[in-house]
């Protein structure tokens, strides 16, 4: 087993505006989280998968239900860093650790396979790798005031999606060098890499429905998708 998940799945979702916390929103009849868990768990080669929850009970019983074999849960939260830094621990702390660790969100339903082997092989070969998607509106950035201070051309960034991969050990300095305040500022692990392994990470573009799940109405998308590509 050389390739396990950490699949950060705790907080509180405050911009859903919802009581139960997204992953835990019933979507065609499921927890949000049981789709990417199940997407998971299903590629032949993915020894394990380590998902980082606050209500350990409740995720226990989402695994339950649905019967993943290759799923532990573990306590997380805090911060999504701080969430995937226990995941990333729990799989150093094991015996024979994985040689390469993947990411991603339990807010994002669909795993695209093609991605997926597409990161894990451009990690191995390069460290850390993430698929990205062109931007569909340009970014600004503000000033203490609310006035412009910057806009940036379109065409020169990306945004930062999920699958991610990293060769254990990168991701694991990485975040042992992470400071605690690093850890509550930022999202971004390719990030991390970067700034503490100096390991520039294979940016592959993915799909659409590599989207995550943040506000209201992307739980009608999801309804509207996932019984389209499940079974
Ligand atoms: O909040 P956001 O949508 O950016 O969260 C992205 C992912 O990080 C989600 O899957 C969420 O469950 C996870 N997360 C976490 N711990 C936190 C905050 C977010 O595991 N404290």
């Given amino acids: 087993g050389r390739v396990a998940a950490v699949v950060p799945a705790a907080g509180s979702s405050e911009r859903m505006g919802s009581v139960t916390p997204k992953q835990y929103i019933e979507v065609c009849g499921r927890p949000l989280v049981t789709y990417c868990l199940e997407a998971l768990q299903s590629v032949e080669w993915m020894s394990r998968v380590v998902v980082v929850a606050d209500d350990l009970a409740r995720m226990r019983e989402v695994v339950r239900g649905a019967a993943l074999s290759k799923v532990t849960v573990i306590q997380g939260g805090g911060s999504r860093h701080r969430s995937i830094r226990v995941g990333v621990e729990a799989l150093a702390a094991e015996e024979d650790p994985p040689d390469v660790v993947v990411v991603h969100d339990g807010a994002r339903p669909i795993v695209p396979l093609h991605t997926l082997a597409q990161v ?111 079974r």
């Fill in 120 to 230: 894990v092989v451009m990690a191995q070969r390069h460290g850390a790798a993430g698929a990205v998607r062109s931007l569909v509106s340009t970014v600004v950035m503000p000033d203490a005031q609310d006035f412009l201070e910057e806009s940036l051309v379109r065409s020169q960034y990306r945004n930062s999606e999920m699958p991610q991969a990293f060769r254990f050990g990168v991701l694991r300095d990485a975040y042992r060098k992470c400071s605690d305040e690093e850890a509550d500022y930022g999202t971004e692990c390719l990030a991390l890499a970067l700034r503490h392994c100096r390991v520039k990470a294979k940016l592959v573009p993915g799909t659409p429905q590599l989207w995550k799940v943040t506000e209201e109405k992307d739980l009608e998308v999801a309804r509207a998708l996932l019984p389209r590509l499940t």
